[in-house]
């Protein structure tokens, strides 16, 4: 049979700033833009695991982080370096697999072949070991019959640790996890089961199947299949494409300046361009989306004749598509604007430039983030 072994890193920027920074090891401190004595306006983006035993965690608002009150070291981010370790990491496991396949900046997946799990489970326990000698990172290993069952192993490994699921073991195992520990679960999904009586995954079974497909709709299936001990065997993922680059900032402001708003505009550009020639991508939608002050959000589309990895066109493309949005009166819009983003969309391979990473969309109080890491 198959196996999937599902690499997830821990606390994976602060795991990047301590393999260059050791004398940050062992201490509570979080990756997060400057907390402006508690007035910030981001997210922590990664905790270490003794700032957790304090009460903060990843997307924690940098705000409700500060009145924790704890000492704790503030390290602001450095994403290129992110992406670069995150790059090596990839590098080796696609050493040891070709299938090896990225899901995230901090997350990824390999095939196993093999009657039982002990071999996979040597594969994985290599794979954290060649990790932490070569590139000094911590990482947290799942093993299971499919990659939506490796990766929640993967969660209940953290931190550093292994768990194999066996095929025989799935319904013992997943049966008992709160609903939140299913891959798509989200808060909204979390409620709508409580309200029928389902807080873990066990207790879809005592549920009529009609009553839970009204309140989660066709998830109800993979719920009631987990918790019976079955699962979907799935083909393994095909190398997948990007369709988009994005980039988007929090001001620490609302602003109402046409200028200060073209200037981020512009400095997303420069940034997306460097990243669309380094990975080889050409676009050809330009999608920019407004937040104002009040939270109403616009968002406009344009696309140009053809594609194309240089980006003066799309800064023509994203001020008119600015002055649309700020309408009636561009250069003094009524509303302040809170959040601004841009994405650069259809791409497509370009023969000029190297590709060698996914992109991930972005959000920050004032440059470029890929999203908290868990």
């Given at each position: ?5 599902y ?23 979080v ?39 704890q ?63 070569r590139?000094?990172?911590?990482c ?39 609903v ?63 369709k ?82 700020l ?36 959000e ?11």
């Amino acid at each position: 049979m198959r196996w999937a072994i599902y690499l997830d890193m821990d606390a994976f920027y602060l795991s990047c700033e301590a393999r260059r920074r050791p004398e940050i090891r062992g201490r509570p401190a979080v990756v997060a833009h400057d907390p402006a004595g508690g007035k910030g306006r981001g997210v922590v983006l990664s905790a270490s695991y003794e700032a957790r035993k304090h009460g903060f965690r990843s997307a924690m608002p940098v705000r409700e982080a500060w009145r924790l009150g704890q000492e704790v070291l503030w390290i602001p981010p450095d994403f290129p370096y992110y992406e670069a370790t995150s790059r090596e990491v990839m590098a080796l496991l696609r050493q040891r697999s070709p299938a090896a396949r990225q899901f995230s900046i901090d997350e990824a997946a390999l095939p196993w072949d093999g009657e039982d799990a002990s071999g996979a489970e040597a594969e994985g326990r290599a794979i954290q070991d060649e990790i932490r000698n070569r590139l000094g990172l911590p990482c947290s290993v799942g093993i299971g019959p499919s990659i939506l069952l490796a990766k929640m192993a993967s969660d209940r490994a953290k931190p550093g640790g292994l768990v194999v699921i066996s095929p025989g073991d799935v319904a013992e195992f997943v049966g008992s996890l709160p609903v939140r520990a299913v891959p798509g679960v989200g808060a909204v999904t979390e409620r709508d089961l409580g309200a029928v009586g389902v807080r873990r995954v066990g207790d879809c079974l005592a549920v009529p199947g009609p009553a839970l497909r009204r309140a989660v709709g066709p998830l109800a299936g993979l719920l009631r299949d987990l918790a019976r001990g079955r699962w979907e065997e799935e083909p393994w993922p095909e190398e997948s494409e990007p369709k988009s680059l994005g980039a988007m900032s929090t001001f620490s402001e609302d602003t109402s300046d046409p200028e200060e708003l073209t200037r981020t505009l512009r400095r997303f550009l420069d940034d997306l361009e460097r990243t669309l020639k380094h990975q080889g991508y050409a676009y050809r939608t330009v999608t920019l989306r407004v937040r104002f002050a009040d939270f109403h959000a616009l968002q406009r589309s344009r696309s140009l004749p053809h594609h194309t990895h240089e980006t003066r066109s799309a800064l023509g493309v994203a001020t008119t598509l600015l002055r649309e949005i700020l309408h009636p009166d561009p250069a003094h819009p009524k509303r302040p604007v809170r959040t601004v983003g841009l994405t650069l969309g259809d791409l497509k391979p370009w023969a000029g430039g190297q590709k060698d990473l996914s992109s991930f969309a972005r959000e920050t109080d004032g440059s470029q983030a890929p999203l908290p890491d868990p």
